[in-house]
């Protein structure tokens, strides 16, 4: 075996020199009726039978780039340089484990370093952790954090929020006996431009989605007016991070704490994981917040060095009472998110949100102009809704199989209980759509709608 | 700054943010169009304020940082409880296939059978492996597994009518078993070891009663032993009504060779970035599937992979019909599909012989470092260990040398250091977790460094500062870590007009 170094005459040699007979003398702990255990399993495989394996199950998968694609609903198909895969490949940063040895972990701890500063920048807030497991479960941490802070335990969430995001809050709220209380839920595409209007008492915190999950986008700041008038705090969620490259950044107007997936920027699509959770907050709840850190100072030198701080809030120091259970986090898709974002700059990432701004808003046009489709946002960056005549399912279904286009994501799978959605589609446009692609979607729609 | 383009790799390198230059760019994107947009009140109308960098000078910076790192692929990285195995690379090229990378989570069922096979065939893998009935395979790593585990644990409870409030957790536990006790709502309630290492089952026994929810134990255990009295525990647990989770972190030692299951274990998560040698990235991602009794199966969390009537497979999203009883969500959309293609890839290349080999060699190189090191390091405990071994720091009594300063010592002589200052219970702990991925050349030269090392220290003696001034050739010296917490500096900021004065 390949990965495997030690020879036969290696392992003699060394029971000889450990003094036992056999390897399973070193398992004498293990009850021997237990050990080596038949295992119904295949026999090894070499890399040629490996590979052509993986081929032919990936090729039971359609990529996203085999024909026109439509879909979103947290997850965006986007565009990624080829040196970002070629730098998070080097084995010093892919085999490296947690930077616990400054010293001989500047590579990691810088680059966390600066994806935290771009983490920061882009939502408007003081400082950003070094990552969470995807934006789902940054949420849930966010809402965890509002309740220590406040010492309430009710969140309050606003309507638009992605159901995944949602149920995971419901979970981790059950077992850490939080209340969840749903705000008024606005008409899908909707934007509620006055903010949430009255708040249950007591809450921790107001969360409110941004673009909302029909994608309609609006001003936070009355959110943000509402739950600090409240004695709350606001959590901003953003499942789509490009957006925040034409929108204006929530820690700005007011948000206390930004969640965001990370996903569009370095990683990928692959099924949903792993992706990458952006977490940022004020200086001033800094010493709340959950994950890894880093922070600049300098070695006996005098040179600029950065090392992992502030662990007192985690589980390794901390124990029971730390800020959260993360250890492990989505590191090399920080750094695959930071280096996608550093290739785009200022004037990259403007023009990027822009084209996909422009690409969703002739979709939309185009899509509109179908009889029995019709757009429900008035406001939106690159994803929105329509209200079709028929369920959304059937006709996903019928032009995957008959046009091979992807239109969307139907708001049943979402929403499979809410009889009142079961015509919704949401579709996503980005820098990937052409022209070509939307007017495949339109004919489909029209041949489909008939 | 002393920030410099030239030079060796213990130069300072510039922050991202000290190198752009507006006007440059490191992505050629197509003009947009400047139509009129629907962004109502929500458009920017401020900066963002990152640097615009072209991409050569965006490659030489990564290209520059990654050199201070340490990796796998750069030396032996015998880190204690985080098994750095070797990373095959023929898993970074088959889950970058379109079929894999490129493949919307929300896509209908049909278009991603593949993408479904790959969850099935690791669960299976895993069921077996573990001789547990079910998975839950959507834990993003080992901590979350632990979730997962304490949360089905919590519901199979909760759907008995009973609200047991305790769990019972040794001081050995990493930290992250008491954390996630706490984040589930639990409370610890500690459990003594024994002089050689393991839980004491006397107290375990006597600790448990009606209010005990769990039993929360490593096995091996942090202290790199295997916990021989582990069905009587199990036994135990399960006749005072409570369940059995086990921490799989140290799963390389058993993995093929011994089943959790046969141990009693009713929940345990495995760390996929682990055992099953997907790569740590500098800290993630992993995943953390996470095996359940018959008992705790029905309360695994959302969604679930069954088959369809026509024999595919399809996604149960909703708690209904068999998953009536789930939990609910652990996260949005289905698992790390990248993790878990590296993961079954590994599978596959070892098959059912080959995978025990895998604990075998992990065991024998622990065994035999031990061996080696016994007379000169302090091993915590007697013999044998398992896949890891824990040493005290009595071996360097009276050198003035500490844990710290001779892990030090370990990087000045290249190599990473053992994992140290845990498990908590022996003073100054190192432990040492060599893999089996190393071969017995690179274990000797690592052991006649130790040996060295050791003798240095002795030689030096109490005053002449031990080792404080290593490592003299890492890219960095010593950090100070107060002023970092004391004063954090969590992000760059642009110089302000007073500073660029100055
Ligand atoms: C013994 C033990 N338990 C749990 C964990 C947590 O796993 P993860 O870092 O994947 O969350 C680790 C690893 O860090 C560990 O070593």
Redesign the interface.
């Known amino acids: 075996m390949r990965w495997l170094p030690n020879t036969e005459a290696d392992r003699r040699a060394m029971l000889d020199r450990i003094g036992v007979a056999t390897v399973n003398d070193l398992f004498s702990d293990v009850p021997a009726d237990v050990l080596d255990p038949a295992l119904d399993l295949p026999p090894a495989a070499g890399e040629i039978e490996i590979e052509r394996t993986f081929r032919e199950l990936g090729g039971r998968n359609r990529a996203a780039g085999d024909g026109p694609f439509f879909l979103g609903g947290g997850a965006y198909r986007h565009h990624i340089p080829a040196s970002v895969d070629a730098l998070i490949q080097r084995g010093e940063f892919l085999t490296s484990y947690t930077p616990y040895q400054p010293e001989i972990s500047q590579g990691t701890l810088q680059t966390l370093f600066e994806f935290q500063t771009q983490v920061a920048l882009l939502t408007g807030c003081d400082v950003a952790n070094a990552s969470m497991y995807d934006g789902s479960t940054a949420c849930a941490e966010a809402a965890l954090m509002a309740a220590r802070i406040t010492r309430r335990a009710r969140i309050a969430v606003a309507g638009g929020l992605h159901p995944h995001w949602h149920d995971t809050l419901a979970t981790y709220f059950h077992f850490a006996g939080l209340e969840l209380v749903p705000l008024p839920v606005a008409e899908p595409g909707c934007w509620l431009p006055d903010g949430p209007g009255a708040l249950p008492d007591d809450c921790a915190a107001v969360l409110v989605q941004y673009p909302d999950v029909f994608g309609a986008v609006g001003d936070v700041r009355p959110w943000a007016e509402a739950a600090h008038a409240a004695g709350a705090l606001l959590i901003v969620a953003v499942p789509e991070v490009v957006a925040l490259g034409s929108l204006r950044s929530p820690g700005t107007d007011g948000a206390d704490i930004v969640v965001a997936e990370g996903q569009s920027l370095g990683v990928g699509l692959a099924f949903g994981g792993p992706y990458v959770g952006l977490f940022a907050t004020s200086d001033r709840y800094v010493r709340n917040m959950p994950g890894r850190l880093a922070g600049e100072t300098v070695d006996t030198e005098g040179r600029r060095s950065f090392v992992l701080t502030l662990a007192a809030r985690e589980q390794h120091i901390r124990r029971g009472r730390a800020t959260s259970n993360i250890c492990t986090n989505s590191g090399l898709c920080a750094l695959a998110f930071s280096v996608h974002l550093a290739l785009l700059g200022e004037s990259g990432l403007a023009r990027l949100a822009r084209l996909n701004h422009e690409a969703a808003v002739r979709t939309a046009e185009r899509v509109d102009a179908v009889a029995g489709a019709s757009v429900a946002n008035r406001t939106f960056f690159n994803e929105f809704a329509v209200a079709l005549d028929r369920p959304a399912a059937d006709v996903v279904a019928a032009i995957e199989q008959r046009h091979g286009v992807l239109a969307g994501v139907p708001a049943s799978r979402l929403y499979p209980d809410r009889e009142d959605l079961a015509r919704h589609l949401l579709i996503a446009a980005t820098e990937l759509t052409s022209d070509a692609d939307i007017e495949r979607l339109g004919t489909a729609l029209e041949e489909t709608l008939r | 700054?002393?920030g410099t383009q030239r030079g060796a790799p213990d130069r300072?390198?510039p922050?991202?943010?000290e190198l752009?230059a507006?006007g440059?760019?490191?992505?050629d994107?197509?003009e947009?169009?400047g139509?009129a947009?629907?962004?109502?009140?929500?458009?920017?109308?401020?900066?963002?304020?990152?640097?615009?960098?072209d991409?050569a000078t965006?490659?030489r910076?990564?290209?520059r940082?990654?050199?201070?790192?340490?990796?796998?692929?750069?030396a032996f990285?015998p880190?204690g409880s985080?098994t750095?195995?070797?990373?095959?690379r023929?898993h970074?090229?088959?889950?970058?296939?379109?079929?894999?990378?490129?493949?919307?989570?929300?896509?209908?069922a049909?278009?991603?059978?593949?993408?479904l096979?790959?969850i099935d065939e690791m669960a299976r893998?895993l069921r077996?492996?573990t001789?547990l009935p079910a998975v839950a395979m959507w834990p993003?790593?080992?901590?979350?597994g632990?979730?997962c585990g304490?949360?089905a644990i919590?519901a199979a409870h909760e759907a008995n009518g009973e609200a047991r409030t305790r769990i019972l957790v040794p001081d050995s536990a990493?930290?992250?078993n008491?954390?996630?006790?706490?984040?589930?709502?639990f409370e610890?309630h500690k459990v003594q070891e024994n002089p050689d290492g393991r839980v004491d089952t006397a107290s375990l026994k006597a600790a448990l009663g009606p209010d005990v929810a769990a039993i929360m134990l490593t096995n091996p255990n942090t202290c790199g032993?295997?916990?021989?009295d582990i069905?009587a525990m199990a036994e135990a647990t399960h006749a005072a009504g409570a369940y059995f989770y086990c921490d799989g972190a140290n799963f390389n030692a058993m993995i093929?060779?011994?089943?959790p299951g046969?141990?009693g274990v009713d929940a345990m998560h495995i760390?996929l970035?682990k055992t099953f040698?997907t790569?740590?990235?500098?800290?993630?991602?992993?995943?953390g599937p996470t095996v359940l009794s018959a008992a705790l199966a029905p309360f695994a969390?959302?969604p679930w992979v069954l088959p369809g009537e026509g024999g595919e497979l399809r996604l149960q999203?909703?708690a209904v019909g068999p998953a009536a009883a789930s939990?609910?969500?652990?996260?949005?959309?289905?698992?790390?599909?990248?993790?878990f293609?590296r993961a079954l890839?590994y599978?596959?290349?070892?098959?059912?012989?080959?995978?025990?080999?895998?604990a075998?060699?992990a065991?024998?190189?622990a065994?035999?470092l031990?061996?080696?090191l016994a007379d000169t390091l302090s091993p915590a405990y007697p013999g044998?260990c398992?896949h890891e071994c824990l040493f005290d720091d009595s071996f360097l009594d009276g050198t003035g040398v500490s844990t710290l300063d001779f892990?030090?010592a370990l990087?000045e002589a290249g190599f990473?250091?053992p994992t140290v200052y845990?498990p908590l219970v022996v003073s100054g702990a190192l432990l040492v977790e060599p893999t089996?991925?190393?071969?017995?050349a690179?274990l000797d030269d690592f052991i006649g460094t130790v040996r060295a090392l050791v003798a240095r220290a002795r030689a030096r003696g109490p005053e002449t500062g031990g080792f404080a001034d290593a490592?003299a050739n890492?890219?960095?010296?010593?950090?100070?870590?107060t002023?970092?917490?004391r004063n954090?500096?969590?992000?760059?900021k642009p110089p302000t007009t007073c500073d660029s004065m100055s």
């Open positions: 700054m002393s300072v390198e922050l991202l943010f752009g507006p440059r760019r490191g992505v994107l197509p947009p169009t139509a947009t629907r962004l109502g009140a929500a458009e920017r109308t401020a900066e963002v304020g990152l640097p615009d960098l991409e965006v490659v910076h990564y290209t940082l990654s050199r201070l790192n340490h990796g796998i692929d750069t990285y880190l985080c750095m195995k070797h990373n095959p023929l970074e090229k088959l889950a970058r296939l379109p079929g894999f990378a490129d493949v919307h989570p929300l896509q209908p049909d278009t991603v059978q593949g993408a096979a790959v893998w077996i492996l001789g993003a790593a080992g901590a979350h632990e979730l304490l949360m919590r990493h930290g992250t008491p954390a996630t006790a706490a984040f589930c709502g610890v032993v295997f916990e021989s069905r093929g060779k011994v089943r046969d141990l760390n970035h040698s790569p740590h990235g500098g800290g993630g991602p992993g995943a969390p959302l999203e909703q939990f609910g969500r652990l996260r949005a959309f289905h698992g790390q599909m990248g993790t293609v890839a599978c596959l290349s070892y098959g059912r012989d080959g995978i025990r080999k895998v075998e060699d065991v024998l190189n065994n035999y031990r061996a080696a044998p398992m892990a030090k990087i990473h250091p845990f089996e991925t190393e071969s017995r690179t490592p890492a890219p960095r010296q010593r950090t100070d870590e002023r970092a917490a954090p500096v969590l992000r760059w």
